[in-house]
């Protein structure tokens, strides 16, 4: 079982940054791709990002993509999500994944732990 925790969501405006960070419980998951996701009021949870289990593989979605990086650092088994030049639309609470298998996947039925979620409010 993999628990996992965010933190870092806040208040911040239209053109800034902000980092999340995902804290996990074990170990067992620097051998899991890793995925962050949204989900915006009245909308469908969508992918944001992922990284397969040692983070040389990153994929994005195309709403993010030039503007959030995705990372790890397995010695202390944590996930981050570097948010630059946020805009108003990226407002959402974002939730950490972990998957059985190594690979990067961009389809939420393909994750099997996931955390609370942190909200993310951008201001224009």
């Known amino acids: 079982q993999v628990q996992l925790v965010e933190s870092g969501g806040g208040l911040v405006q239209a053109g800034g940054s902000l980092r999340l960070s995902c804290a996990a419980s074990t170990p067992i998951v620097n051998n899991c791709g890793v995925g962050w996701f949204r989900q915006a009021p009245g909308k469908e949870r969508e992918f944001v990002a992922a990284a397969n289990w040692n983070g040389a593989t990153t994929i994005y979605a195309d709403s993010v993509k030039g503007r959030f990086t995705i990372s790890r650092d397995n010695a202390k088994t944590t996930i981050y999500l570097q948010m630059d030049n946020v805009e108003p639309e990226d407002s959402a609470i974002y939730y950490c994944?972990?998957?059985?298998?190594?690979?990067?996947?961009?389809?939420?039925?393909?994750?099997?732990?996931w955390g609370q979620g942190t909200q993310v409010t951008v201001s224009s």
């Open positions: 994944a972990a998957r059985g298998g190594p690979l990067a996947k961009a389809n939420d039925v393909d994750y099997d732990f």
